[in-house]
């Protein structure tokens, strides 16, 4: 089965430095692997995805993940922080199941801006 | 792009009593939905994959008959939490897929769960 670890649970940046969220994965075969943020009492929004092509993915909001699969890893990015990217980020991966895209997430990290 | 929405935000109900959550596609035909849970402080937690016109799939340790799911249409599904207790309060979270694999699991603004 597969499964996802973020190893930071909680990462405080100051405004404006950057960051860099780490993800690995375990899954057989290719994944299909998915950044979302969440604000307090909200659903998801999807920052960005991979499904195959180059590694390097854009999202929105100026983020980027960069998808190695030697290291089965998926880690996000970005150059500058703003204060309002203070929220929880949650690495995922995808399986088909039933004609859909199911997702397992991974334990999310709690994102602080310091301003 | 595609919208899911979910109904309603927040809801608090007694103990022993039920809620329905209702999961839209507002703009595309979801052949699948699936509802995900979540504790405070934690990840989402899929309870159960919902197909249009046919029982849904349950993950192991789901209680399929104290959270009925029905995908009565290819825009709607519900979640029913039959007797709720204190500890069903949660969030809940539904999301749609298209057809194709390769697209995004697009997700509800979530359902706040509190059981008094």
């Known amino acids: 089965a597969q499964s996802v670890t973020q190893p930071d649970i909680h990462i405080t940046v100051s405004e404006g430095a950057s960051l860099e969220l780490r993800c690995n994965y375990s899954?057989?075969?290719?994944?299909?692997l998915f950044w979302y943020v969440q604000s307090p009492g909200q659903g998801l929004q999807l920052l960005l995805k991979?499904?195959?092509?180059?590694?390097l993915v854009q999202g929105i909001k100026g983020f980027e993940a960069e998808f190695k699969r030697s290291q089965s890893s998926f880690n996000l990015r970005k150059p500058s922080v703003h204060w309002s990217d203070a929220a929880e980020y949650f690495c995922?991966?995808?399986?088909?199941?039933?004609?859909?895209?199911?997702?397992?997430f991974g334990t999310g990290t709690q994102l602080k801006v310091e301003l | 792009g595609a919208v899911v929405s979910q109904h309603p935000s927040r809801v608090i109900c007694k103990s022993g009593t039920s809620v329905k959550i209702e999961c839209r596609s507002l703009?595309?035909?979801?052949?699948?939905m699936f509802w995900y849970r979540q504790f405070p402080k934690q990840s989402l937690m899929l309870m159960a994959t919902?197909?249009?016109?046919?029982?849904?799939?349950?993950e192991q340790g789901v209680e399929k008959d104290k959270f009925l799911i029905n995908h009565a249409s290819l825009t709607l599904s519900t979640l029913t939490v039959t007797s709720a207790h204190p500890e069903d309060s949660s969030f809940y979270i539904c999301?749609?897929?298209?057809?194709?694999?390769?697209?995004?699991?697009?997700f509800g603004q979530g359902t706040r769960l509190t059981v008094v």
């Open positions: 999301s749609a897929s298209r057809r194709q694999l390769n697209t995004e699991a697009f």
């Open positions: 899954y057989g075969a290719t994944p299909y």
């Open positions: 991979y499904f195959s092509g180059d590694t």
């Open positions: 995922a991966v995808g399986e088909e199941a039933g004609g859909g895209n199911k997702l397992t």
């Open positions: 703009d595309f035909q979801a052949t699948t």
């Open positions: 919902s197909n249009e016109g046919s029982k849904a799939t349950y």
